[in-house]
């Protein structure tokens, strides 16, 4: 598998999440501890409190509308990724069901090339390895698995209705990868995360120097619940736009898939090797030759469903 290239971003979120939000917290944490201690060295200032408000309301406002906004659309993304998977995979599984109601060989060969087919997707592009991006392998698998669909139905006894469901599903999967490769994660510009560290930055700094009430354990309350509101917030978005993390979400309809079939799910077990029947072809494992696949030699493959009779 070729290196994977992870922009600076890219890779601060490939860390592990308590990493992630210790190096949140612990600069926020001494920010708010400087600023508390200039407030106590220079004293009250009551004539700078009015002033102080109408800052801190301009400041905190804009990293509550931002921190809101990125959190939102964070969320819709990796939403979004995770539709496109069901999608995907639920085709993926009628296509399955399809071929194992005919109880052909070929049946078990298209099964083996569409787990092997989800393994790619699994492993590779949809954030597993840091980031969500097509994967070669991933894209010859599919191009096998259609030409083996194609071969196996031009050469077998169908009737009409079967060979449409057949396509139906196999052109459903194949609109539903192409909307799956258009999410991105992370998918906020770097101005945007810059911005909500910087306001968040500022809103908490502000807060810590501003003029201490009568009461001193009121501040260290204000800032304590503050500081805590920010962080959480601060660390939702960089969870939220995490790819590791994106995927750990949206696995769940290739897990059951590649379950399925293994476990025999519509007659297409999958035996291990020695078994027969569910082998997996013979080759390197990322591209098995399918049904329509011509062998060594330039013979035609028989057919996998007896000839109508003349």
């Given at each position: ?25 612990a ?39 931002i921190g ?48 092997t ?48 469901m ?6 459903t ?28 930055c ?26 805590t ?16 993390n ?33 082998q ?16 060594p ?14």
């Open positions: 598998m070729p290196p994977v290239n992870l922009t600076f971003l890219e890779m601060f979120l490939d860390l592990h999440p308590v990493l992630i939000l210790l190096i949140i917290a600069p926020l944490a001494l920010l708010v501890w400087i600023g508390f201690k200039l407030s106590d060295k220079l004293g009250p200032d009551i004539d700078a409190a009015e002033l102080a408000k109408q800052a801190l309301a301009l400041v905190s406002g804009g990293f509550i509308f809101a906004f990125a959190i939102v659309t964070s969320w819709d993304n990796q939403s979004r990724l995770g539709q496109t998977v069901i999608n995907e995979f639920s085709s993926m599984t009628a296509l399955a069901e399809d071929f194992g109601a005919l109880h052909v060989p070929a049946g078990k060969t298209i099964a083996h090339a569409l787990m087919y989800a393994q790619f997707v699994k492993d590779t592009e949809i954030g597993t390895l840091g980031m969500v991006s097509p994967n070669r392998e991933a894209q010859h698998q599919i191009a096998q698995i259609e030409y083996d669909v194609d071969q196996f139905v031009n050469s077998a006894t169908l009737n009409p209705h079967q060979a449409e057949i396509y139906a599903h196999l052109e999967i194949k609109a539903a990868r192409k909307d799956r490769l258009t999410v991105t994660l992370p998918n906020l510009p770097v101005t945007v995360v810059v911005l909500v560290a910087l306001s968040a500022l809103t908490l700094f502000g807060i810590a120097i501003f003029p201490p009430p009568r009461v001193r354990w009121i501040k260290f309350y204000y800032l304590g619940a503050s500081l509101v920010v962080v959480a917030l601060v660390f939702t978005v960089f969870v939220l736009q995490a790819p590791k994106a995927a750990e979400q949206v696995s769940k309809p290739i897990d059951i898939f590649i379950f399925s079939v293994k476990q025999g799910g519509a007659n297409l077990k999958i035996g291990s090797p020695g078994e027969g029947g569910g997996p072809p013979k080759g390197d494992g990322t591209s098995p030759q399918g049904p329509g696949t011509p062998p030699g330039g013979e035609s493959p028989p057919a996998m469903l007896p000839k109508p009779r003349q």
